[in-house]
């Protein structure tokens, strides 16, 4: 088993323009918030943000950040999810670098030593993530969670996985890997085979970038919202500086409650 290093948090965390000094201030004295590095299956070092707050057979969320950003996109997020009966993982994905002054190690490191770091690279980070997650936290049921890129490729990843998997969430999904040789249905193929309830969501606008994709589940417990509002694009819609994120958060908490919460 790949050795753990534990860094606590208050050695992460800096002054962040998106999240308040009291949210970062009480994140850092949790102390049941760890940082964890592991192996990706190309032997990169993965660091993640573990938010272990119930027993191990208490349902687990494997949080995935979008474009550019890092685990810092989930220090609000996590802690509610946490309150909501949930142990989460945040990781850093190679591609990507920082939010909420947050900075993304695993990208560092994959810059460091030459390796690729566009959005379909960094799905050798998401298996070996879920599998160590699989392995280590995790003794019930097992979601994932994606962010604009990463909400695109955790449904390739129930699809590939879904003996592994329980549940998905997908925040602004799309057909992101055009770009990369892959075909303008690449994600909804994978959808054909999702298994798994699904919750898909995005801003309003981004339905569209979706839509085929969602129809493309043949699951019965598919569901997705819409805000009224203009809404915002990937897992930062439910950051309590925007004011619609209560109705995300309300649409978004029913579906983890009926599903995955005794």
Same mark, same amino acid.
């Given at each position: 088993?790949?050795?753990?290093?534990?860094?606590?948090?208050?050695?992460?965390?800096?002054?962040?323009?998106?999240?308040?000094?009291?949210?970062?201030?009480? #994140?850092?004295?949790?102390?049941?918030?760890?940082?964890?590095?592991?192996?990706?299956? $190309? =032997?990169?070092?993965?660091?993640?943000?573990?938010?272990?707050?119930?027993?191990?057979?208490?349902?687990?969320?494997?949080?995935?950040? +979008?474009?550019?950003?890092?685990?810092?996109?989930?220090?609000?997020?996590?802690?509610?999810? #946490?309150?909501?009966?949930?142990?989460?993982?945040?990781?850093? +994905?190679?591609?990507?670098?920082?939010?909420?002054?947050?900075?993304?190690?695993?990208?560092?490191?994959?810059?460091?030593? #030459?390796?690729?770091?566009?959005?379909?690279?960094?799905?050798?980070?998401? %298996?070996?993530?879920?599998?160590?997650?699989?392995?280590?936290?995790?003794?019930?049921?097992?979601? %994932?969670?994606? =962010? =604009?890129?990463?909400?695109?490729?955790?449904?390739?990843?129930?699809?590939?996985?879904?003996?592994?998997? $329980?549940?998905?969430?997908?925040? =602004?999904?799309?057909? /992101?890997?055009?770009?990369?040789?892959?075909?303008?249905?690449?994600?909804?193929?994978?959808?054909?085979?999702?298994?798994?309830?699904?919750?898909?969501?995005?801003?309003?606008?981004?339905?569209?970038?979706?839509?085929?994709?969602?129809?493309?589940?043949?699951?019965?417990?598919?569901?997705?919202?819409?805000?009224?509002?203009?809404? #915002?694009?990937?897992?930062?819609?439910?950051?309590?500086?925007?004011? $619609?994120?209560?109705?995300?958060?309300?649409?978004?908490?029913?579906?983890?409650?009926? /599903?995955?919460?005794?």
């Amino acid at each position: 088993m790949d050795k753990i290093l534990i860094i606590l948090l208050p050695f992460i965390f800096i002054t962040s323009s998106f999240v308040s000094a009291s949210e970062q201030e009480k #994140n850092i004295k949790d102390k049941s918030v760890q940082t964890i590095t592991f192996l990706s299956e $190309d =032997s990169l070092i993965i660091s993640a943000d573990v938010y272990i707050k119930h027993k191990l057979t208490s349902p687990l969320i494997v949080l995935f950040h +979008q474009a550019g950003w890092s685990r810092g996109e989930y220090i609000e997020i996590a802690p509610k999810l #946490n309150d909501l009966g949930f142990n989460c993982i945040a990781v850093d +994905q190679r591609s990507g670098e920082k939010v909420n002054g947050v900075i993304n190690k695993t990208h560092i490191r994959a810059a460091t030593t #030459n390796k690729p770091t566009a959005y379909l690279d960094a799905y050798v980070d998401m %298996v070996s993530t879920l599998n160590y997650a699989k392995e280590n936290y995790s003794k019930g049921k097992l979601l %994932v969670w994606g =962010s =604009s890129y990463s909400a695109a490729l955790v449904i390739k990843l129930a699809s590939e996985q879904n003996d592994k998997i $329980d549940g998905v969430l997908a925040f =602004s999904p799309g057909e /992101y890997f055009a770009r990369f040789g892959k075909s303008e249905t690449f994600i909804s193929d994978h959808a054909k085979n999702i298994i798994t309830p699904i919750f898909i969501t995005s801003a309003k606008t981004e339905k569209q970038n979706w839509d085929n994709i969602y129809k493309s589940v043949p699951s019965a417990n598919k569901h997705y919202f819409l805000p009224s509002s203009n809404g #915002n694009h990937g897992s930062r819609a439910l950051w309590s500086k925007f004011e $619609d994120s209560k109705d995300y958060w309300n649409s978004v908490t029913p579906f983890l409650k009926k /599903y995955f919460l005794d």
